[in-house]
């Protein structure tokens, strides 16, 4: 390296440590502590206390107890739902927004983002209030007379949980949509006009297939935060509306159950790790970008 | 060949961007079955010309004329046009076989036959073998030659090609000239190709325009704009020339005097009758080629010039000699004749006598 200025030899002397560090973070607080997870779920409990002998009784518990497998799918099911509602939600939003110009666009993208800087617990009360029996969503439907009288069907059960999940994970759907729809060259878009296709061909031969790599990336956003929270199924869920985060949030808390706690982790670490995987592979672009 | 009927008439056609004008009411006809060069500057309107034909964007006045009939609200997707993009715009997802197909796929005409129709399209662009690709593993050469079998399977009426060829290197950009010119030939569609390139547009063109903020310069074979450019604009832009200003003095037949500070030429002005007409005084240009300027022997009497060798520089098959003529070193006379192998005579800041037959000189108004 050629001396470019005094700042160089400064950056040569830090770089090991910054190197160390870029590295050193990643592990201290992410593989570290799955992995200390990872150990955990193989003890067991006694009287409340650890006992820190080898055992694969938490995974047997979890595969052949009645009660785990059934809220482990139907969380999954959920998620999903979420995921797919979110995206169905999302996609003309974004689309809409790339239609817009200049600094319009971008305006009301930090409009659509605003609710990100809200206290989460906050947006959960708010919703809640919009489900509930005296809510917004009751009123309408009982003002527009669809219903006769207000509905408990949106809060306290599953609905709510899916609703609410929605409604908070939408801008995590947006996002990644706009970004991949802005990133088509337009000139693409007019040689598929220019060849002779219609605006809905050119939409769903051209348009469409190139963001497919930003839906996954919001299928997959979407879905891992949805399986991952506790707190929306606990403050909207109400008893019918269990989830498997709630039953780790139980086992780390009211039974005091870490190891078996963890072992439930490291099945949801599983899916999470597999959604990840999932978005990623079809969140690129075949090696095809131009 | 039939090139006398127009395939495409534009009529005082305009175009502002907003309160910007970039045409200023353009008046062109393209013959069917030629090959068009719109050659300018940046910023002269080439590209507006090619986009508002294309349909990519509506005329601020004006009309377009396909065989006679207003194609100007037409939109883009019924017009019978393809365009072969600056940066090829080939479709990432698809591969070649998928990009060339498309315009007869959205057409639904029939699987069986679209793939017959690729095939021979891709045949005719050499590509047969790589009909599997996408265009990512393609060189920029046949995402090229992609981007054309994509315009021409359509069969339009009309080839619009915008700077297809400013992305290549060279070597690689004189291949696809002769390539596209063979192609042309070929398949025998109107081609309008725009480019800020002269050598390719003389390279190419049965025809060029030259156009310069906004307006239409001059329109003929590359031969009208060299040999008899009709401004200064042309002169100087088409092809290293030789400008000499001047006044313009008597006429006589085919020939018409210019008083210059170098002393008195005389140029054509066959078949120039504007040249003729032109008020005597009326301020003007001698214009000559490197080529037709030569060192005066005896027997010249007229347009002798004479000046300093400032520079002799050796070009490959030619060598070029710049001279300081009048005494004034801003007007510069450059000379070029083929190179021998023992080198030129002419040394620098030697006195030259030159000359130039007054067939080979022409007029250009100021």
């Not at chain 1, 060259?185 to 050119?202: E, H, I």
Request: hydrophobic fraction near 50%; aromatic fraction near 10%.
């Amino acid at each position: 390296m050629s001396s470019s200025g005094l700042a160089r030899p400064a950056a040569i002397r830090w770089s090991p440590l910054v190197t160390v560090l870029a590295f050193a973070l990643p592990v201290m607080f992410v593989l570290a502590p799955l992995a200390i997870f990872l150990v955990y779920s193989f003890f067991s409990v006694d009287q409340g206390q650890i006992v820190y002998a080898p055992t694969l009784a938490n995974y047997v518990r979890f595969f052949t107890d009645p009660v785990f497998l059934p809220v482990f799918w139907r969380t999954i099911v959920l998620c999903l739902s979420v995921a797919a509602i979110s995206i169905l939600l999302a996609y003309p939003a974004a689309y809409f927004l790339t239609t817009l110009r200049g600094r319009w666009r971008y305006a009301l993208l930090m409009l659509l983002m605003v609710p990100l800087l809200m206290s989460y617990v906050i947006k959960i009360y708010a919703i809640r209030s919009i489900l509930g029996l005296n809510g917004f969503l009751n009123k309408a439907l009982v003002g527009l007379g669809i219903l006769s009288e207000p509905s408990t069907l949106f809060v306290f059960n599953m609905n709510a949980i899916l609703l609410t999940l929605t409604l908070l994970l939408i801008p995590f759907a947006i996002l990644p949509i706009f970004l991949a729809l802005e990133r088509i060259p337009q000139v693409l878009l007019r040689a598929s006009d220019d060849l002779g296709a219609s605006s809905l061909q050119t939409f769903l031969r051209i348009t469409l297939p190139l963001s497919l790599p930003g839906v996954a990336s919001a299928a997959s956003f979407v879905f891992v935060l949805a399986i991952g929270d506790f707190l929306t199924p606990q403050m909207v869920g109400g008893i019918s509306g269990f989830t498997f985060g709630r039953i780790l949030y139980s086992q780390f808390g009211t039974a005091y159950n870490w190891p078996f706690g963890a072992a439930l982790s490291v099945a949801l670490a599983v899916v999470v790790i597999v959604a990840i995987l999932l978005g990623e592979r079809f969140g690129r672009n075949r090696g095809a970008s131009l | 060949m039939n090139q006398t009927s127009d395939l495409l008439t534009l009529r005082s056609v305009s175009k502002s961007y907003g309160t910007v004008p970039v045409l200023h009411g353009v008046d062109l006809s393209i013959r069917d079955g030629e090959f068009l060069t719109v050659l300018g500057p940046s910023g002269s309107g080439k590209t507006t010309v090619l986009r508002l034909i294309g349909g990519l964007e509506p005329l601020t006045a004006g009309e377009i004329r396909l065989d006679g009939q207003d194609i100007s609200g037409m939109p883009i997707n019924r017009r019978p046009f393809n365009t072969v993009f600056q940066d090829y715009a080939l479709f990432p997802h698809l591969t070649v076989a998928g990009n060339v197909g498309y315009g007869l796929s959205v057409r639904h005409v029939p699987r069986k036959e679209i793939a017959r129709r690729v095939a021979q399209a891709l045949e005719l662009v050499q590509l047969g073998r790589f009909a599997g690709r996408f265009p990512a593993q393609l060189s920029g050469g046949q995402r090229q030659r992609v981007a054309l079998a994509r315009a021409l399977i359509c069969q339009p009426r009309l080839v619009l090609l915008d700077e297809p060829l400013a992305a290549l290197d060279l070597e690689l950009r004189r291949q696809m000239q002769e390539f596209l010119k063979s192609i042309q030939r070929e398949v025998k569609t109107t081609f309008l190709f725009v480019t800020h390139d002269q050598e390719e547009a003389i390279g190419m063109a049965d025809r060029i325009c030259v156009m310069q903020a906004g307006h239409i310069r001059q329109l003929g074979s590359p031969h009208e704009l060299y040999y008899r450019p009709n401004c200064e604009f042309v002169a100087r832009f088409f092809g290293e020339n030789n400008l000499v200003a001047g006044s313009l003095g008597e006429t006589r037949g085919e020939f018409r005097a210019i008083e210059t500070a170098l002393g008195r030429l005389v140029c054509s002005v066959a078949g120039q009758p504007h040249l003729k007409a032109a008020a005597t005084g009326a301020r003007g240009f001698a214009t000559f080629r490197p080529e037709a300027l030569r060192l005066a022997g005896d027997g010249d009497a007229e347009n002798r010039l004479s000046g300093a060798v400032a520079d002799v520089a050796f070009a490959g098959s030619s060598t070029v000699v710049t001279i300081t003529a009048g005494g004034d070193a801003a007007q510069r006379l450059r000379l070029r004749f083929p190179s021998r192998v023992e080198g030129s005579a002419l040394r620098a800041g030697e006195t030259v006598a030159l000359s130039f037959a007054p067939h080979e000189g022409h007029l250009v108004l100021a």
